[in-house]
């Protein structure tokens, strides 16, 4: 199958320059690339190591307006080889879908959502990057 690695996780945050701020500073981590999501009110900023093929951090500013203690981390998401080949798999299954269709952000990545078995959000995505 195409499913290579983790691809990033996803965490909330309220203030998304606090926070690079926060793990470039304190965890050394480097802000590899920061984004406007296409639906005009999420931000999104991704981190690493610097390191060739590493999973990364994602943060997610503007998701909801209330950030609980618990649920911080919103969702893992997987790289795929072909997002489309990926989609027509996954809505085959028996796996409930969070997005009806894949969203392309605007430096061309792709991805969809849908459910784990517990509820909690996987994310397949086809980077650009």
């Known amino acids: 199958m195409a499913r290579r690695k ?12 606090a926070s690079v701020r926060f793990y470039e500073e304190i965890v050394g981590l480097k802000l590899k690339g920061q984004l ?4 005009g009110v999420i931000k999104l900023a991704f981190l690493g190591f610097d390191q060739s093929g590493e999973t990364e951090l994602e943060l997610i500013q503007g998701y909801s307006g209330t950030l609980a203690q618990e649920g911080k981390v919103h969702h893992v998401a997987f790289t795929v080889d072909d ?12 796996v409930r879908l969070i997005d009806s269709e ?28």
Do not use: A
Not at 83 to 94: M, T
């Open 6 to 17: 983790i691809e990033h996780v996803g965490i909330i945050v309220k203030d998304i320059d």
């Open 36 to 39: 406007d999501h296409t639906n």
């Open 83 to 94: 997002i489309e080949e990926e989609w027509e798999r996954i809505r085959k299954l028996d």
């Open 102 to 129: 894949i969203t392309t952000l605007p430096n061309g990545s792709r991805y969809f959502f849908f459910y784990g078995p517990d509820e909690e959000w996987i994310e397949f995505f086809e980077s650009t990057r």
